[in-house]
């Protein structure tokens, strides 16, 4: 009966025309019988706009949750307009206006509330008819379900704006394109090359964004060029510069993949490499007149040298791109796949599986973090909390940890070289690092063997190591051996670079060296790797001895406690990010505590130098305006030297070591950090009450 409706109207039409249109209607009602029967199509409907008879068919019934019995009979325009979401109808009704005086196509997009009285996105096309008079007389029309595609887009927005955050902390040129070359999101790097705000270039391609046509095109075709190969290369591109000036910059550019395999863009990074090949033709032109110009040349030669050293990087900062890539993409779909289940449940009034997915999501989110807890390690951004630490005690107090985590089938054997093991480091990160090695080092070894954990102190009071890497001074070295398979020559080059691993897919993340040398390098230290296949492996850990007394191990902030605060303590929270600053006052609130709020180091040194009442700080490091949360917490003591200060950080400058050293306790947070985390902080900086 359902077909038959739909089909007579065009039958009746195609009936009375001649032989040629006749079959034309036909065909055209076949075609929008298969839309209908297909689901693409969920509802047709002829407005008699004199008569405002609206005619519609069962699919459209249900779609506005109307009588089919009225559809079919026909209803007043506003009654249809019932079941508009009250946002969308002035909207609706100002589009349907403008077609009705217009004439011609109409294409509009809004809600509906549908017969489980819930509300789905709805297109709806039609065409207006007018007569001589220029008077609408007939509106037939369909209407689409468009709710998977609204979903799409607002998940590609929300993945746009999380990839764009996490470009803007990676150094040089950062962005990535769409298969037809359109920029999708860049870092702030890629603004200054281009010398225009990210409004102007998002979402189109060089072409339309670059005044040189030419270099344009050039930079698509090798873009195109790559996606169609589907391999990472490593490209030089002339670039003209906003000043005018011309530059070179090397590129490494890899193909977008989807979770199908197919290539959907790609993603790039780039660096000015202008000096370098200025530096090398320069040194050609000096070794034509090399007797006459020799001090010139070595100074050529040095500037030569590290352009060079910084082009060799791209190849690291290429591999770290795609593997941040593959690794953020596969925790988003598990975030991302968790999220609409649980929102497909709260559809359906089911809430037995949202602890599950819940759970799975909030799982993803802590690899994430962990990842780029580990990223900033690597690239020597992590902020460090350096005391004077005893290594040796500091081991011993490991050792039960070490030998819980490596199994029964591995020795432990722990050699104290040195009875003076004073360093300054961040005893929580030198305890992840010394865990690493013996992971790496468990992982080396089939069927069991032993590792031996020694130290030993070494002094370079006034030659240092020839590789530079060190100052003179003295140095506490940690070594962590085993009799394991070892690595040749090959391995060992890459054992450093970031996501390289020898472990199987899914064993290892390939960044537990990186942060190692990470934490060494900004620590004023070195790591080093000695081995050979089947004769083991020795990583040792160079480290600065220092002569202070030490100081207590440092306390984990993994209390979930509530702490319970004395009358009246006042807590100063500042950070310019409204979202963390309404989580902990909230926090707090509940817990009792009376919360001062800043959004800028100003303000909060302001409050700091004043005489209100300040029991605790809590403080972000990254702070706008010149002065950091560090700075602004240095000036603040000054005049509260007993404060205590919890900081909280997700990204730092590197500082020196001795940076966060303050007169009063501190504790550092590294976000994105959980209630139970703040709450150990609270616990461990300030008193409270039973």
Not at 14 to 41: H, M, N, W, Y
Not at 348 to 353: L, S
Not at 389 to 394: E, K, R, S
């Amino acid at each position: 009966m359902e077909q038959q409706r739909i089909a007579r109207p065009d039958q009746a039409v195609a009936a009375s025309q001649p032989a040629p249109v006749q079959a034309f209607a036909v065909d055209a009602a076949e075609r929008l019988q298969l839309a209908l029967d297909a689901g693409a199509i969920i509802g047709t409907w002829v407005w008699d706009v004199a008569n405002d008879c609206v005619t519609a068919d069962e699919r459209f019934s249900r779609s506005f949750g109307l009588p089919a019995e009225r559809c079919l009979a026909g209803i007043p325009i506003a009654e249809a307009f019932v079941s508009i979401h009250g946002d969308d109808r002035e909207r609706v009704s100002q589009a349907i206006d403008q077609a009705l005086a217009r004439g011609g196509p109409f294409r509009c997009e809004y809600r509906v509330r549908q017969e489980d009285g819930y509300y789905r996105w709805v297109e709806a096309s039609g065409r207006v008819e007018l007569d001589a008079q220029g008077r609408a007389v007939r509106f037939p029309g369909i209407l689409m379900d468009i709710e998977s595609r609204r979903d799409a887009q607002a998940e590609r927005d929300r993945m746009s704006a999380l990839l764009r955050t996490f470009t803007e902390a990676v150094p040089g040129v950062v962005y990535a394109k769409d298969r037809d070359g359109r920029m999708l999101v860049a870092n702030h790097g890629a603004t200054q090359l281009i010398g225009k705000p990210p409004q102007f270039y998002i979402g189109k391609t060089d072409l339309e964004f670059l005044e040189d046509k030419a270099q344009a095109r050039q930079i698509m075709e090798t873009d195109q060029r790559i996606m169609a190969g589907g391999k990472t290369v490593q490209v030089e591109e002339q670039v003209d510069m906003p000043d005018g000036s011309a530059a070179c910059w090397l590129s490494v550019k890899a193909p977008l993949f989807n979770d199908a395999g197919e290539v959907v863009g790609l993603i790039g990074s780039s660096i000015d490499v202008t000096a370098r090949k200025q530096a090398e033709a320069e040194l050609r032109e000096l070794n034509q007149t090399l007797e006459t110009r020799i001090s010139e040349a070595i100074a050529e030669r040095e500037n030569a040298e590290a352009a060079l050293r910084q082009a060799q990087k791209m190849e690291a900062v290429g591999q770290l791109t795609g593997g941040i890539a593959h690794d953020f993409n596969n925790l988003l779909a598990g975030i991302a796949g968790s999220l609409d289940l649980m929102r497909l449940r709260l559809k359906q009034g089911r809430t037995e599986d949202l602890e599950r997915y819940l759970a799975v999501a909030h799982g993803a989110t802590q690899r994430a973090a962990s990842l780029t807890h580990r990223l900033l390690a690597f690239a020597r951004r992590q902020t460090l909390i350096p005391e004077p630490t005893d290594v040796n005690a500091l081991i011993d107090g490991m050792e039960e940890l070490i030998r819980r985590t490596v199994g029964p089938s591995v020795a432990i054997n722990v050699e104290r070289g040195t009875s003076h093991s004073t360093c300054l480091v961040d005893p929580t990160q030198l305890e992840n690092a010394l865990l690493n090695l013996c992971i790496n080092a468990r992982d080396a070894l089939v069927g069991g063997g032993h590792i031996t954990i020694s130290t030993v102190e070494h002094s370079f009071a006034e030659q240092p190591p020839a590789d530079g890497e060190l100052a003179a001074g003295r140095y506490l070295t940690v070594c962590v051996a085993d009799d394991g398979v070892g690595m040749d020559s090959a391995t060992l080059g890459k054992v450093f670079e970031p996501f390289f691993t020898t472990k199987p897919v899914g064993a290892g993340t390939g960044l537990g060296l990186s942060m190692v040398y990470g934490f060494a390098k900004q620590s004023g230290g070195r790591v080093r790797i000695a081995s050979q296949p089947g004769q083991g492996t020795r990583v040792y850990l160079d480290l600065p001895s220092h002569s202070q007394p030490c100081t207590p191990a440092a306390q984990t902030l993994a209390s979930s406690e509530t702490a319970k605060p004395a009358p009246g303590t006042t807590v100063l929270v500042v950070d310019d990010e409204a979202s963390v600053r309404l989580f902990v006052s909230e926090a707090l609130n509940e817990l009792g505590y009376v919360v001062i709020e800043a959004a800028d180091s100003l303000a909060g040194l302001q409050l700091l130098r004043s005489d209100t009442r300040i029991d605790l700080l809590i403080t972000d490091i990254g702070l706008p305006g010149g002065v950091d949360g560090r700075k602004m917490a240095h000036a603040g003591c000054s005049a509260r030297p007993s404060l205590p200060v919890l900081f909280m950080t997700g990204y730092a400058e590197p500082q020196p070591a001795d940076a966060c050293i303050l007169p009063g306790p501190t504790a550092v947070l590294t976000k994105p950090f959980s209630l139970e985390g703040l709450l150990g902080g609270i616990k461990k900086l300030t008193p409270s009450t039973d």
